[in-house]
T-cell receptor, first 119, second 110 residues
Framework: GAVVSQHPSRVICKSGTSVKIECRSLDFQATTMFWYRQFPKQSLMLMATSNEGSKATYEQGVEKDKFLINHASLTLSTLTVTSAHPEDSSFYIC???????????????FGEGSRLTVL | QKEVEQNSGPLSVPEGAIASLNCTYSDRGSQSFFWYRQYSGKSPELIMSIYSNGDKEDGRFTAQLNKASQYVSLLIRDSQPSDSATYLCAVSSGYSTLTFGKGTMLLVSP
């Protein structure tokens, strides 16, 4: 299947700092990428839809000023958690679809995830 | 609001048995259906996709779709301890984002 790479896989930071997570589609172009958050023993929660060359679409309850998303190219989207606090500690996962449709009927491929711990 | 329902489990089966995972969805306009496997602490991995009514087999996995009943299932034959994970059902209509169920935890005992 298609490959989505996410970096860093694990990050620990102090409260108040900002953290950037990168998501890359390695072998396909992705006009749309999705950012999810998952707390322990809970389901995936869609945070926002990242659109190449335009503003991201945020889900209800997700602060767009806190979770900055940039999708500057067809293969890269970044999520920046600004002024992180302990309650932002979570597993952040990006996903993407193959824009050319080679993956078939719209399967999402996930990055490896980034575990954020805010002290 | 689009909903995808799964029994949270855990579903416990002995090694070698058939594990049956079920999922119902609310949006009749749904067109694409997926099963993802997620190991603890890892991101989801796509294992099956199905788009039309009936069965689709891939190795030990069989996905079953019944659009009239708004029901999709995943059968795992000859279950192995390595199959122990949370299985997520996901549904989409057209090219929209996927709606995920909360997942069913499967435990396969040796």
């Amino acid at each position: 299947g298609a490959v989505v790479s996410q970096h860093p896989s694990r990050v620990i930071c102090k409260s108040g700092t900002s953290v950037k997570i990168e998501c890359r589609s390695l072998d396909f172009q992705a006009t749309t990428m999705f950012w999810y958050r998952q707390f322990p023993k809970q389901s995936l929660m869609l945070m926002a839809t990242s659109n190449e060359g335009s503003k991201a679409t945020y889900e209800q309850g997700v602060e767009k000023d806190k979770f900055l998303i940039n999708h500057a190219s067809l293969t890269l989207s970044t999520l920046t958690v600004t002024s992180a606090h302990p309650e932002d500690s979570s597993f952040y996962i990006c996903s993407a679809r193959d824009s050319l449709g080679r993956a078939g009927g719209g399967e999402l491929f996930f990055g490896e995830g980034s575990r954020l711990t805010v002290l | 609001q689009k909903e995808v329902e799964q029994n949270s489990g855990p579903l416990s089966v002995p090694e070698g048995a058939i594990a049956s995972l079920n999922c119902t969805y609310s949006d009749r306009g749904s067109q694409s259906f997926f099963w993802y496997r997620q190991y603890s602490g890892k991101s989801p991995e796509l294992i099956m996709s199905i788009y039309s009514n009936g069965d689709k087999e891939d190795g030990r996995f069989t996905a079953q779709l019944n659009k009239a009943s708004q029901y999709v299932s995943l059968l795992i034959r000859d279950s192995q301890p390595s199959d122990s994970a949370t299985y997520l059902c996901a549904v989409s209509s057209g090219y929209s984002t996927l709606t995920f169920g909360k997942g069913t935890m499967l435990l396969v005992s040796p």
